[in-house]
C-alpha cells in the first residue's frame, strides 16, 4: 500500500505540468459576413493596429480570410510599430507555423470564409502600448489569390493599412476592420527548471529499504512461530 501511494505520488509531482493560454486582444467576429470584401493579402501587406494594455507574450494569431484554391498555405506575419496613425518600424517577423483552417462561415459567393489560425515561429514579447500586425498569404506578390475579409459596419473605429509588395515604405490606409485574435500569455513566460531527481532517487532507496526492512521481520516472525 505505502509503495502504490508513493508511486502515484510521484506520478503527480513529475507529470501534472499545466498548459494556458489567454486571449491578448481581439476585434470579435460580429459583422463577418457575405457583405464583408475585405483586402488581398496575396498581393500586399494588410496590418491591423492594435494595443496591449500591460507585457504579454504572443504566441499564435486567428485571421478570417476567403482562400482561393491558389493558396499554397504560406501565413507570413510581422509586427510593427506605432507611428503617426500608420505602421512604423518592423519589431518582428516569420513564417506562421501549424497553419489550420476551419470554416467560420459557410458561404461569401462561392467560398466560405475560413479561421487560420498560426503559431509564430517563436513568442514574441511585447510592452504595453500600440502595435499593428501585418499579414501576408501568399509566397509570391501576384494574382488576386487570399483575401483576408473585413468586418461590418465600424466596431472600435480601427482602419486598416496595405502596402503592396512588401516594402513596408508605401502604406496606405483603408477604411475597413479586418478581424483577428492574438494569443498567448500576459507577461512573460516563467522558464520550468529541469527537474532535480536526487531528492526523488533517495526517497525511493528509502522506500525500497524500509520494504526490505519489513520483509525480513515478517520472515523472521513466521520462522520463530
Excluded at 508513493?6 to 486582444?25: H, T
Aim: some cysteine.
Amino acid at each position: 500500500m505505502f509503495l502504490r501511494s508513493f508511486a502515484y505520488l510521484s506520478a503527480v509531482v513529475l507529470f501534472s505540468i499545466p498548459g494556458y493560454s489567454d486571449v491578448l486582444y481581439t476585434t470579435g467576429t460580429s459583422g463577418i459576413d457575405n457583405n464583408s470584401p475585405g483586402q488581398w493579402a496575396s498581393m500586399e501587406v494588410v496590418a491591423v493596429p492594435f494595443s496591449l494594455q500591460s507585457e504579454a507574450t504572443i504566441e499564435s494569431v486567428t485571421v478570417y480570410a476567403i482562400l482561393y484554391g491558389s493558396w499554397d498555405g504560406t501565413m507570413n506575419y510581422d509586427f510593427f510599430s506605432e507611428s503617426g496613425y500608420y505602421p512604423g518600424s518592423t519589431l518582428a517577423q516569420g513564417a506562421g507555423q501549424n497553419v489550420t483552417t476551419s470554416v467560420f462561415y459557410p458561404i461569401i459567393g462561392d467560398m466560405p470564409v475560413q479561421a487560420v489560425t498560426f503559431n509564430l515561429a517563436s513568442p514574441e514579447t511585447l510592452n504595453a502600448g500600440q502595435y499593428w500586425l501585418g499579414v501576408h498569404m501568399q509566397a509570391s506578390w501576384s494574382g488576386y489569390g487570399e483575401e483576408w475579409i473585413a468586418q461590418d459596419g465600424d466596431p472600435g473605429n480601427v482602419s486598416n493599412a496595405s502596402s503592396p509588395g512588401g516594402t513596408f515604405n508605401n502604406w496606405f490606409l483603408g477604411g475597413e476592420n479586418n478581424p483577428f485574435t492574438l494569443n498567448g500569455v500576459l507577461g512573460v513566460p516563467a522558464t520550468i527548471p529541469e527537474p532535480n531527481y536526487e531528492p526523488l532517487l533517495l526517497i525511493m532507496s528509502a522506500a525500497c529499504l524500509i520494504a526490505g526492512l519489513t520483509k525480513r521481520q515478517r520472515r523472521s516472525k513466521a520462522s520463530l512461530a
